[in-house]
């Protein structure tokens, strides 16, 4: 369940939608007088597995974690939503009438505007524009599934965890992350992440303590994608 609608938009996509800007007259009209401005905070879940999708989300600020959990507990993060796009999953739900088959979670808090499933129809069937932007981020968003599908049945684990290392290290050179975050983000085991982290320690690639993982040689880790791995 979304928060309270907390306030009214008028032109507040402009900056996170600029393709919004070429709106026609009659759609911007309904976009500002049936849209509603969103306040959510860190933590809410914006839906679950099972559960009807009622609202469009246009993410004007914040992040948003979409994520799915197996029968045997496994969880992967598929995607995250941005400021500026939409979710893949969502628009795919209001378009078939389907109910989610993942659970969405504000990783922050969220500024957005929200669209009742009547006006996102409505405003597919009437705009143009409005269409263009839905389409573009739904094909965007699909392209990255894909290469999310490949890695996670093709893509070595040694190689994908050393991308993700380096791809997300902090000002301090690490990453204030767990094990078990780490296997979420990459749809593997606890166990995999927490053996081939002692591999990459033992070889001097990384310094593990608890909650951090120290990146100690950036380009040996990205090398390895050359050289075929560990």
């Given at each position: 369940?979304?928060?309270?609608?907390?306030?009214?938009?008028?032109?507040?996509?402009?900056?996170?939608?600029?393709?919004?800007?070429?709106?026609?007259?009659?759609?911007?009209?309904?976009?500002?007088?049936?849209?509603?401005?969103?306040?959510?905070?860190?933590?809410?879940?914006?839906f679950?597995?099972?559960?009807?999708?009622?609202?469009?989300?246009?993410?004007?600020?914040?992040?948003?974690?979409?994520?799915?959990?197996?029968?045997?507990?496994?969880?992967?993060?598929?995607?995250?939503?941005?400021?500026?796009?939409?979710?893949?999953?969502?628009?795919?739900?209001?378009?078939?009438?389907?109910?989610?088959?993942?659970?969405?979670?504000?990783?922050?808090?969220?500024d957005?505007?929200?669209?009742?499933?009547?006006?996102?129809?409505?405003?597919?069937?009437?705009?143009?524009?409005?269409?263009?932007?839905?389409?573009?981020?739904?094909?965007?968003?699909?392209?990255?599934?894909?290469?999310?599908?490949?890695?996670?049945?093709?893509?070595?684990i040694?190689?994908?965890?050393?991308?993700?290392?380096?791809?997300?290290?902090?000002?301090?050179?690490?990453?204030?992350?767990?094990?078990?975050?780490?296997?979420?983000?990459?749809?593997?085991?606890?166990?995999?992440?927490?053996?081939?982290?002692?591999?990459?320690?033992?070889?001097?690639?990384?310094?593990?303590?608890?909650?951090?993982?120290?990146?100690?040689?950036?380009?040996?880790?990205?090398?390895?994608?050359?050289?075929?791995?560990?």
């Open positions: 369940m979304l928060p309270q609608h907390v306030e009214k938009i008028d032109d507040v996509w402009a900056g996170a939608f600029p393709a919004l800007s070429a709106l026609e007259l009659d759609a911007r009209a309904l976009l500002r007088a049936r849209g509603a401005r969103m306040a959510v905070p860190r933590g809410t879940v914006l679950r597995v099972g559960s009807l999708c009622h609202n469009f989300l246009m993410l004007l600020d914040g992040t948003v974690r979409v994520q799915m959990t197996a029968e045997t507990g496994r969880e992967i993060v598929l995607y995250r939503v941005g400021a500026g796009e939409t979710c893949i999953l969502t628009t795919a739900c209001l378009m078939t009438r389907a109910d989610y088959s993942a659970e969405g979670m504000a990783e922050t808090d969220l957005a505007i929200a669209l009742g499933a009547g006006v996102f129809h409505e405003l597919l069937a009437r705009s143009a524009v409005f269409r263009d932007v839905v389409f573009a981020s739904f094909g965007t968003r699909l392209l990255s599934m894909m290469m999310l599908v490949e890695e996670v049945a093709f893509g070595r040694d190689l994908r965890l050393a991308r993700f290392l380096v791809d997300h290290r902090d000002a301090r050179g690490g990453l204030d992350t767990t094990h078990q975050t780490l296997a979420v983000e990459l749809g593997t085991a606890r166990e995999v992440v927490s053996r081939q982290l002692k591999e990459f320690e033992r070889r001097g690639l990384v310094e593990l303590s608890r909650g951090r993982v120290g990146v100690r040689d950036p380009d040996a880790l990205l090398a390895l994608e050359r050289t075929g791995g560990v």
